[in-house]
T-cell receptor
Framework: GEDVEQSLFLSVREGDSSVINCTYTDSSSTYLYWYKQEPGAGLQLLTYIFSNMDMKQDQRLTVLLNKKDKHLSLRIADTQTGDSAIYFCAEGPLRSGYALNFGKGTSLLVTP | EADIYQTPRYLVIGTGKKITLECSQTMGHDKMYWYQQDPGMELHLIHYSYGVNSTEKGDLSSESTVSRIRTEHFPLTLESARPSHTSQYLC????????????FGSGTQLSVL
């Protein structure tokens, strides 16, 4: 399928804000998702945004959507060492009608 | 508590063995999926199912097979494991509808020697 692009690696200091960026390709996608994967675990849904919204805030998480540029970002405020994980952006449902299209994941490292 | 379970958590086997990775969910979801995750983190959809007796191949060609005889159960089988099958296998499920919120199991880390 078409690619969802993410940068592969991000390193931030504890207490700073983290911003993870993603570009998607399917303009018919209704929802866009952020998943978190901790070492040795499955993926956990962090948050999602409906495509007719441009912002969603959930505690320390802020999702921004620029539908014109097909750009999605996840901002984590006051980043903690426990936020170190891999973050996947995903779009769906797809024109093909099934599943989600995942990015390759961004590995976030939070240093003390 | 509604959840999705995968067993075993880790599996180390020799080449040529037949294995079955188990996946069960108690959420009543119609849709279930198997993803293969390589060490570079990327997820590849290898199988999916929209309900009982429905199975389809995903984007990545796989030598594994799946079955869906019961809504809650979606096992994946490798008839003859090879070292190239060494990977993390993730099972997921979702309810029917536009919002494809996937719920993932903890994964099975398979190592074929």
């Amino acid at each position: 399928g078409e690619d969802v692009e993410q940068s592969l690696f991000l390193s931030v200091r504890e207490g700073d804000s983290s911003v993870i960026n993603c570009t998607y390709t399917d303009s018919s996608s209704t929802y866009l998702y952020w998943y978190k994967q901790e070492p040795g675990a499955g993926l956990q849904l962090l948050t999602y945004i409906f495509s007719n919204m441009d912002m969603k805030q959930d505690q320390r998480l802020t999702v921004l959507l620029n539908k014109k540029d097909k750009h999605l970002s996840l901002r984590i405020a006051d980043t903690q060492t426990g936020d170190s994980a891999i973050y996947f952006c995903a779009e769906g449902p797809l024109r093909s009608g099934y599943a989600l299209n995942f990015g390759k994941g961004t590995s976030l490292l939070v240093t003390p | 508590e509604a959840d999705i379970y995968q067993t075993p958590r880790y599996l180390v086997i020799g080449t040529g063995k037949k294995i079955t990775l188990e996946c069960s969910q108690t959420m009543g979801h119609d849709k279930m999926y198997w993803y293969q995750q390589d060490p570079g983190m990327e997820l590849h959809l290898i199988h999916y199912s929209y309900g009982v007796n429905s199975t389809e191949k995903g984007d990545l060609s796989s030598e594994s097979t799946v079955s869906r005889i019961r809504t809650e159960h979606f096992p994946l089988t490798l008839e003859s494991a090879r070292p190239s099958h060494t990977s993390q296998y993730l099972c997921a499920s979702s309810s029917t509808g536009l919002n494809e919120k996937l719920f993932f199991g903890s994964g099975t880390q398979l190592s074929v020697l």
